[in-house]
T-cell receptor
Framework: AQKITQTQPGMFVQEKEAVTLDCTYD???????LFWYKQPSSGEMIFLIY??????QNATEGRYSLNFQKARKSANLVISASQLGDSAMYFC?????????????FGAGTRLFVKA | DARVTQTPRHKVTEMGQEVTMRCQPI?????VFWYRQTMMQGLELLAY????????DSGMPKDRFSAEMPDATLATLKIQPSEPRDSAVYFC?????????????FGPGTRLTVT
């Protein structure tokens, strides 16, 4: 069974500093995808970044980068130069398999607080 | 700006009543998901459809929940009869797998309160 683990219920970071949100996963499928979503207090889910299991390079999207360590089964999100607007809940998610449907399982989330 | 829309945004109902939540996926997306979010359980996948056909509804309590896609522009989630434990935010998401990326676009959610 696949599993996503986010061990940090809450994190604090000073504005303008970088922060790493941890995510580990467990799957026996060689083909999978990893996602990070942001959920601000308004409640919507915002896609941030995607990493495929066969991608050679770590994914980056603006201030977001995904530190993908396949052997360790970790997919940590790095946010550089934190901004007050980054305060939100962050979810790591995994899609298993590459054909048919793309069922996605979410972790429990990490709440990030950015301090001024 | 293409978005997933959900109605209603908020619903308060009494235990035993039927609740219907609607979702309009982004035009052209062929996969639709229903999720439930609670403080205790987090985000749970209830069901999802590909090309309007149900692919997996194993996360859904079958005795009271039903999900359908009458057409490509409408997905519905029904609860009958509703119970207080169904109180949650229900999200619909849609996606179109392209080039191996399976990004999902979420709607704003329906906040359901069952008293």
């Amino acid at each position: 069974a696949q599993k996503i683990t986010q061990t940090q219920p809450g994190m604090f970071v000073q504005e303008k500093e970088a922060v790493t949100l941890d995510c580990t996963y467990d799957t026996s499928d060689p083909s999978y995808g990893l996602f990070w979503y942001k959920q601000p207090s308004s409640g919507e889910m915002i896609f941030l970044i995607y990493q495929g299991s066969y991608d050679q390079q770590n994914a980056t999207e603006g201030r977001y980068s995904l530190n993908f360590q396949k052997a360790r089964k970790s997919a940590n999100l790095v946010i550089s130069a934190s901004q007050l607007g980054d305060s939100a809940m962050y979810f790591c998610a995994m899609r298993e398999g590459n054909t048919g449907g793309f069922k996605t399982i979410f972790g429990a989330g990490t709440r990030l607080f950015v301090k001024a | 700006d293409a978005r997933v829309t959900q109605t209603p945004r908020h619903k308060v109902t009494e235990m035993g009543q039927e609740v219907t939540m609607r979702c309009q996926p982004i035009l052209g997306h062929n996969t639709v998901f229903w999720y439930r979010q609670t403080m205790m359980q987090g985000l749970e996948l209830l069901a999802y459809f590909r090309n309007r056909a149900p692919l997996d509804d194993s996360g859904m309590p079958k005795d009271r929940f039903s999900a359908e896609m009458p057409d490509a522009t409408l997905a519905t989630l029904k609860i009958q009869p509703s119970e207080p434990r169904d109180s949650a935010v229900y999200f619909c998401a849609s996606g179109l797998p392209l080039a191996g990326v399976y990004e999902q676009y979420f709607g704003p959610g329906t906040r359901l309160t069952v008293t």
